[in-house]
């Protein structure tokens, strides 16, 4: 989230789109409803009609996977009525704000360019990637820009009111706006009710709707979840909202942004501390063995972006460009992990993953599972997952398990991937795999922080003690590093030189058995490890030696500092005067400082000045305990709330007000030169990118269609997501990713959650509050579909794919209805997937029908989109 | 009717059969104590109330009126002519009663806490005043029937002290039975929304009453022709004449007040338009109120045996039971998602009971001056006795 | 003074978090029935039960654009004048005054079930599978209320995310429900707004302390159409007027049976007159 949950109330019209927020966020609907209270208009757009649709005002029926062609009509309906009406729209925030008008390279093509069918310019096939060269600024330094954008009101496009041709026409032919035009212009409401089976009337009040939060002082905000981002083209969804929320000037503004709204409860956390193949902790660039990387060097210049100086008007406003503090933030964490080492030493230490030939995400690693032996996984620490019926084909990855020569799983029960061994219809002779199960206290039984979608790092205390043998997974961790440091030590002791010792036996691991979690948190904040590290809050004055760094832009590079995640310094630093007489309650000493850990502060007054809900002393939050990132794009360039009513920040003639204000300084047109900061700043061109050109699948979003999509491609002849990850799932030979036709399966198929359930159930099929509630692993379909097929509801029906057969309990309902593609009728019906064999109620997963293909950019796999055909069992 | 006093194979059948069901009964019973009324019922959360209560409370009491009836007509209107059907009527209704409170010591919940209601009371709950009305006008009717024990026993002075007291019992006999008869219809007041409006009135109580006054006569007739066919005793003419007269004359007040009440309330139309209920209606009332005063009008049916018992078997199951049925249970409202339809064993325990009760009433002819009473109805001393000492 | 509960359907999400905290609270069991309802849509409980005192319910409602899914938790309605209350033959049902709960006293109760046929609303539900059973159903959490200044809302209440569910004095409610209805029609140019102008409970049998507004007509979540008479009116007056009842029916008896006796006198005299 850009923004948080609480925030969504100051929004004057919310779109869900891609989220089932009522069932699966359910908290985030208080402050949805209190907005809808005030008068915003709530719009749904998904495949069915949900408990979110329920209290929706207005509700889209989509064609699962056609995000981008709805979001695209958007775009460009809103272009359009920008050129006509641009009185209704917030211009300068368009033209300051972000690249509309920057020039980019002039071999740009776009999909619908003569010639691209369907491509971007330049796709290399050998490679099967994009050469993203054209993608880029024609002048990458300093931006050239359409000057006819960069005056007053676009006061300098002159034929803006003729006819479309004529008034584009006026526009450089590769200014981001009018290639966005360009683009978007086959966008048209015909060809988006053709594909993505919304009638064009709804299309035209949907897209008027939301387009009214263009005007200046409103503010719409966009909610996604997973029926955005388990696509193909789940990366490029979202840019389309991006790109809408930045036409609209909904970005850093009090009920704007683009909100994920996230998966388990710290998923947050867990992206944050990188708990994924790509990154290091606070989104470094993961290491990798490309030559650049072989050194600390190397690495470092190779992942600090340069900044983009932006063009004409905007001249001399300056970037920001967050990113050049990297070699701080590698540093620091190189000195958190490994102190006493040189840091390019300790760089040396860091794993560097294969740049190309490995799938290091979820299904390349189920699929090296399946291949089993030394070229393959050969064992698995499970750490509270389940793969078995969590992930995509699972009757695939089942069978692939069978390979694993060993499996330790630390959990609260035994799932699915647990019980693989002795599922039903297998012969548990057959199976060799080792398997233990390390019992992991549950999360009400351990300390720690939980970090939520918006971002706010939340400290919660044990509240009972856990069953048994159950410890905590950081407990876990932390005796098992201990054993395995020992080993090390054993065998360099015993003279053995096979191994590289170092990383290990050097790594800062000196923690007691229990209990840690606080310390952690200090370590993730970093210190002072010299005397000469200037402090800028007080300038003139150094950090002792250990004491806690008071924020990120204090941390050295060269070692001085120690942050193991430089988006969480700040949470644990120094108590000042005011946090000791207020929160006396939470001080700790640390290294003789008082200290304070400011994620355990619960104060419910939202004392910031501006009343929009920002209560910046519950917990905290990253960065800076900016509650609303890009908060800078909320004020005018005077530094005045664009809204009045909701300011997230102010400039009060002195200092800012409100919010914790996004890179510092005086408003742009009260600062001094050099220091006029841009909004953007994470980006290196301190705007917002309407283009972009970091994405492996287009600058822009495009039309493609789901891998098994019930129709050809209406936009191009390119069917797929160029760049879409195709898995291979071989297990002994036999490919279980196997993809059907629409001839053999004419049903379109999405899974998704309902709120009874989590995940892949095993922590509320275990529930017997929760299995009562629904016991059964069902399929919901419409009520048209259920009397072609014979099927009543309460009947049981069997759903198959390419890849597997399920039986579920057929729920028949008039929230799923036939919609009318390319002019013929057709059927979806939703699957959920939070069944499976183990557990106190059991059914069938609805993983076992979903394709193993993922996108183009994260490899989410591509669960919202799929064939199927349903018959009465 | 000779066909009907035949009795038919020597073999004892009839016993056989009751006792059979009895047994039944007694090990369904059983298993309703020890396994809970969830068991072996089929009632539900949607139907807290199943046949027991319809069948055993509804037209039990409401069958047994004829002890109150017959008590008043005899005693109380000194209808002299009727004095030979009264002990029958009493015995009845005392099994009767017995049976209503067996019935409802296995449909309570938790029968062993009955003593509860005695502590803590709830005037406004017509349920209280049925359940202590069952409870004294069982105790009544013993002591009503006790003479006939005494005269087998020629246990003079508890004779003497009950005839002394007889009429002051069987008057508040009619009291207590009267106005439970009343308060088993505002049971049903509560169910406002619930009983059908073809039904629901507030004067159910009333209605109660009425027709539960009519079926006094008309149980006796019924009896009479059956317990004549089995132990061969007959009733004159005359008294099933007069005792059709009665029926039907109470039927008539019943049935203008049934369609007043809807005339009041503006819902006659109901009875053509109310699909499906008016069928019930019409049943219930076309077969069981309007028939059988025509019936018990008609001279030839008058005169005959077969036709008084017709009518008053219509009257009893489709103008008193049926109308007790669709009001506790047939259209009454059932919750959404249940159905109800009693098992075997809720049956076996109603029939069952039934059966005790007959076997019991055929022990009491047998043993007792039931009938023979009347037969020596004659004889002073019997009955002038009591009524010396109510005169004096 | 007492206490009452607004439920807004237009605030609902159908979330049941209020069942699972109803049954947290009152430690009630769970059983996994084997047929699921499917009714209105969803899979779940659809109906109170001796370990469920609470459930929500589900309606597709209309067609096309004008399709709602509604939903309406249904519990125990805390009447005003309780029908259950006025049936209990041993008084173990009870209508607190001061906090408005109905609660039920299972050191009183028999097992007569009369309570069960007796509430217009069907909420009384009966240990059927226990030897021993007793009556169940929603307690206003009065064990909740109860706690002296310190009280609690009830369980249901406390976890529903979006306020749906609102807890406090009865009387401000019912404001509080009108003023939801009246800014809504002012807030719609078609001055209709969200809500049918009915706040279900308010009158309905008198009264109930739980009160409903909704999109949709209540009715149309199978919540029953009452009048505003109390259900234990017509009950009441007829148990006022039994000890009358009886006082009249003795006198009268007395009475007839004194006049009838002279008459047969006088009639066998005649008899006697003849037949000598
Ligand atoms: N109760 C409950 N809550 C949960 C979870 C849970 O398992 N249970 N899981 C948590 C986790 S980890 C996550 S990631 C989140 C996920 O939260 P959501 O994303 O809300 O979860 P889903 O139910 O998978 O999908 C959301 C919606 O996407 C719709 N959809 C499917 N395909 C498309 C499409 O192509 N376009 C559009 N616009 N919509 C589509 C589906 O119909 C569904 O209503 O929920 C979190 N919260
Ligand atoms: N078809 C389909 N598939 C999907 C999705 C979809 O929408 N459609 N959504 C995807 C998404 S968004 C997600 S996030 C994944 C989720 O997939 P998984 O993460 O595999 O599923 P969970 O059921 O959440 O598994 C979590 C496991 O952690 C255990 N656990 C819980 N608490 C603890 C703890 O404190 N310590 C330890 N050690 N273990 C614990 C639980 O018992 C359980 O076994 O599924 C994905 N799969
Ligand atoms: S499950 Fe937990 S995290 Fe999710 S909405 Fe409910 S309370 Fe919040
Ligand atoms: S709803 Fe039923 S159980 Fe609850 S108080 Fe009213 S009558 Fe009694
Ligand atoms: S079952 Fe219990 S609570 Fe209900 S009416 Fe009978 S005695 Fe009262
Ligand atoms: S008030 Fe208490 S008992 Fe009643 S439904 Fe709510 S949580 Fe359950
Ligand atoms: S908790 Fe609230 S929102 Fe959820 S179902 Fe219950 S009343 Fe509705
Ligand atoms: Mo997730």
Redesign the pocket.
């Given at each position: 989230m850009t923004n948080h949950w609480i925030d969504i109330r100051n929004a004057d019209c919310v779109l869900i789109i891609g989220s089932n927020a009522a069932e699966n966020h359910p908290i985030c609907m208080k402050y949805v409803l209190q907005a809808q209270a005030k008068g915003a208009k709530v719009i749904h757009v998904d495949p069915r009609y949900s408990r979110t649709s329920a209290r929706a005002d207005m509700f889209i029926r989509i064609r699962t996977g056609t995000d981008i062609a709805f979001m695209g009509g958007m775009i460009y309906w809103i272009l359009e009525d920008m050129r006509k009406n641009p009185g209704n729209y917030n211009l300068q925030y368009v033209q300051q704000y972000t690249n509309a008008a920057y020039i980019i390279n002039s071999g740009i093509k776009l999909p619908g360019d003569e010639g691209q069918n369907g491509l971007f310019s330049v796709w290399d096939s050998t490679n099967s990637k994009y050469d993203t060269a054209t993608w880029k600024y024609a002048d990458p330094a300093n931006a050239t820009g359409e000057s006819k954008l960069l005056t007053d009101n676009w006061s300098g496009w002159t034929s803006r009111a003729a006819d479309e041709e004529t008034a584009w026409g006026e526009l450089n032919n590769n200014c981001v706006l009018k290639l966005l035009w360009r683009n978007y212009r086959r966008y048209d409401k015909a060809t988006v009710s053709k594909i993505t089976g919304i009638p064009q009337e709804k299309l035209e009040a949907v897209y008027a709707e939301y387009a009214k939060t263009g005007a200046t002082g409103q503010a719409g905000t966009i909610m996604y979840a997973m029926g955005a981002t388990q696509h193909t083209y789940a990366v490029q969804n979202i840019r389309a909202y991006s790109i809408v929320q930045l036409l609209l000037g909904n970005m850093g503004v009090a009920g704007g942004g683009v909100n994920a709204l996230r998966g388990t409860s710290n998923v947050q956390g867990s992206t944050d501390q990188a708990l994924l193949e790509h990154i290091l902790p606070g989104y470094l660039k993961m290491t990798t063995d490309v030559d650049a990387h072989q050194t600390l060097a190397g690495y470092i210049s190779n992942i600090t972006p340069a900044a983009t100086n932006p063009p004409g008007d905007l001249a001399g406003d300056n970037p920001v460009n967050w990113w050049k503090n990297t070699p701080k933030y590698v540093h620091s964490l190189l000195k958190a992990w490994w102190p006493d080492v040189a840091l390019a030493d300790s760089y040396n230490y860091l794993p560097k993953k294969r740049a190309t030939g490995v799938n290091y995400t979820h299904m390349g690693l189920i699929e090296a599972i399946g291949k089993g032996g030394p070229d393959g996984v050969e064992g698995l620490w499970i750490w509270g997952q389940n793969p078995a019926a969590g992930g995509p084909t699972s009757l695939g990855a089942r069978d692939a398990l069978k390979k694993l020569k060993w499996m330790v799983a630390s959990d609260i029960w035994f799932n699915e991937t647990h019980t693989f061994w002795k599922r039903p219809d297998v012969d548990p002779s057959t199976i060799d795999t080792e398997v233990f199960l390390l019992p992991a206290a549950g999360s009400f039984e351990k300390e720690g922080s939980v970090s939520n979608s918006g971002r706010w790092v939340q400290w919660r205390y044990k509240a009972v003690e856990p069953p048994g043998e159950a410890i905590p997974d950081l407990d876990m961790m932390i005796q098992l590093f201990k054993r395995i440091r020992k080993l090390y030590d054993d065998e360099v002791k015993a003279g053995k030189t096979s191994v590289i010792p170092e990383p290990i036996l050097n790594l800062s691991w000196d923690y007691s058995d229990e209990e840690e979690a606080d310390v952690i948190a200090r370590e993730m904040n970093g210190h002072a490890l010299t005397a000469d590290v200037p402090k800028s809050g007080a300038p003139g004055t150094f950090y002792e030696v250990g004491e806690l760094i008071d924020w990120f832009n204090d941390l050295q590079p060269d070692g001085k500092t120690s942050s193991g995640n430089w988006l969480h310094c700040g949470q644990y630093t120094k108590a000042s005067a005011a946090d000791q007489q207020d929160y006396a309650e939470l001080i700790t000493v640390v290294n003789g400082i008082p200290s304070i850990n400011k994620a355990k502060k619960r104060n419910v007054v939202d004392s910031s000045p501006s009343q929009v809900g920002l209560y910046p002393n519950w917990s905290w939050c990253w960065p800076r305990n900016r509650r609303i990132i890009y908060n800078r794009a909320a004020v005018d360039l005077n530094g005045n709330p664009w809204d009045a009513e909701h300011p997230v920040l102010a400039w009060n003639g002195t200092a800012w007000v409100g919010d914790v204000v996004d890179g510092g300084g005086n408003p742009i047109n009260l600062a001094a030169a050099g220091s006029q900061n841009l909004p953007f700043i994470m980006n290196s061109e301190g705007v917002g990118k309407l283009w972009g050109y970091s994405l492996k699948d287009g600058p822009i979003p495009e039309v493609y269609e789901p891998w098994e999509s019930p129709i050809s491609n209406l936009m191009t002849a390119q069917q797929n997501d160029p760049a879409a990850y195709i898995g291979k799932l071989l297990v002994d030979g036999t490919d279980w990713n196997e993809r059907g036709t629409v001839g053999d399966f004419p049903i379109i198929a999405t899974t998704y959650r309902c709120t009874e359930h989590w995940q892949t159930g095993i922590m509320t099929r275990n529930l017997p509050w929760l299995a009562e509630l629904m016991p059964k692993m069902y399929v919901e379909l419409g009520a048209d579909l259920a009397d072609k097929l014979g099927i009543v509801s309460g009947d049981t029906v069997k759903v198959r794919s390419k890849r597997g057969e399920i039986h579920a309990l057929a729920i028949v309902t008039k929230r799923f209805q036939a919609i009318t593609v390319d002019g013929k009728e057709m059927h979806q019906v939703g699957i959920p997937w939070h069944w499976g064999y183990a557990g106190r109620v059991k059914g069938d997963s609805g993983n076992i029908l979903t394709p193993s293909v993922g996108d183009a950019n994260t490899c989410i796999p591509e669960s919202k989109s799929f064939l199927c055909k349903v018959e009465k069992a | 009717m000779k066909e009907m006093i035949e009795p038919k194979a020597k073999f004892p059948w009839g016993t056989l059969i009751l006792s059979a069901l009895a047994f039944l009964c007694a090990g369904v019973l059983v298993q309703r104590y020890v396994f809970g009324l969830g068991a072996m019922t089929n009632m539900s959360d949607g139907r807290g109330w199943g046949l027991w209560i319809s069948f055993d409370l509804y037209c039990g009491v409401a069958l047994a009126a004829g002890g109150f009836t017959l008590a008043a007509i005899v005693h109380i209107f000194h209808m002299e002519k009727y004095h030979p059907v009264v002990r029958p009527a009493i015995l009845t209704a005392f099994l009767g009663y017995l049976l209503v409170v067996l019935a409802l010591l296995v449909d309570l919940g938790q029968p062993w806490y009955i003593w509860r209601m005695i502590f803590n009371p709830n005037i406004h709950s017509p349920l209280y005043e049925v359940g202590w009305c069952v409870m004294l006008y069982t105790a009544v009717l013993a002591l009503e029937l006790s003479p006939a024990v005494f005269e087998r026993l020629h246990w003079r002075i508890p004779l003497k002290i009950i005839g002394f007291i007889q009429i002051p019992l069987i008057i508040a006999g009619i009291v207590i039975s009267t106005g439970h008869q009343n308060s088993l219809g505002s049971m049903l007041l509560i169910m406002t929304h619930s009983i059908d409006p073809l039904w629901y009135t507030p004067i159910i109580p009333a209605l109660f009453f009425v027709s539960a006054m009519a079926v006094g006569p008309a149980m006796v007739v019924f009896e009479g022709t059956l317990s004549g066919a089995v132990f061969g005793h007959k009733i004159s003419r005359e008294v099933f004449t007069g005792l059709g007269r009665i029926t039907s004359g109470i039927l008539v007040v019943y049935l203008i007040m049934r369609l007043a009440d809807l005339a009041v309330a503006g819902q006659l139309d109901m009875l053509f338009n109310r699909y499906p209920q008016n069928i019930y209606w019409w049943i219930e009332v076309g077969g069981g109120v309007i028939l059988p005063i025509i019936l018990f009008n008609i001279p030839k049916v008058q005169q005959s045996s077969k036709g008084m018992f017709i009518a008053a078997v219509l009257y009893i199951v489709l103008g008193l039971s049926l109308n007790r049925f669709i009001m506790s249970s047939i259209w009454l409202v059932i919750r959404p998602g249940y159905t109800y339809f009693p098992s075997w064993q809720e049956f076996a325990v109603s029939i069952g009971l039934v059966a005790w009760a007959l076997m019991m009433f055929q022990i009491a002819v047998r043993l007792l001056p039931i009938t023979k009473h009347h037969d020596e109805g004659e004889s002073k001393s019997e009955h002038s006795a009591p009524e010396a000492a109510a005169a004096s | 003074m007492a206490y009452g509960?607004l439920f807004d359907g237009t605030r609902c999400i159908g979330c049941r978090a209020?069942?699972v905290?109803?049954?947290s609270?009152?430690e009630n069991s769970a059983k996994v029935e084997k047929k699921t309802s499917v009714e209105g849509g969803i899979q779940g409980k659809a109906v109170v039960s001796s370990d469920t005192?609470?459930f929500m319910r589900y309606r597709e409602i209309g067609e096309g654009d004008d399709f709602k899914w509604a939903f309406a938790?249904i519990?125990?309605m805390h009447c005003l004048k309780p029908g259950c209350e006025t049936a209990c033959i041993v008084g173990a049902l009870h209508r607190n005054k001061e906090t408005g709960a109905v609660t039920y006293d299972q050191g009183k109760c028999i097992g007569c079930r009369y309570c069960m046929v007796a509430c217009p609303f069907g909420i009384p539900t009966y240990q059927w599978e226990d030897r021993t059973p007793w009556i169940r159903?929603?307690?206003?959490?009065s064990d909740?209320l109860n706690e002296a200044e310190n009280g609690m809302a009830?369980?249901?209440?406390t976890?529903c995310p979006t306020r749906a569910l609102q807890f406090g004095e009865r009387d401000e409610l019912i404001e509080e429900a009108h003023k939801r209805i009246e800014e809504s029609k002012a807030a719609d140019p078609a001055g209709v707004g969200k809500y049918i102008d009915h706040v279900y409970g308010e009158k309905e049998v008198g009264g109930t302390a739980w009160m409903y507004i909704s999109s949709v007509d209540m009715t149309e979540l199978d919540l029953p159409w009452l009048s505003e008479e109390p259900v234990t009116k017509n009950a009441r007056t007829a148990m006022s007027l039994l000890p009358y009842y009886a006082t009249g029916m003795l006198a009268l008896m007395v009475g007839i049976y004194f006049i009838t006796k002279r008459r047969q006198k006088i009639a066998a005299g005649k008899h006697e007159e003849k037949k000598g």
């Open positions: - | - | 509960v209020c069942s905290a109803c049954k609270w009152n005192f609470t938790k519990q125990c159903k929603c307690t206003f959490c909740r009830p369980a249901c209440v976890a």
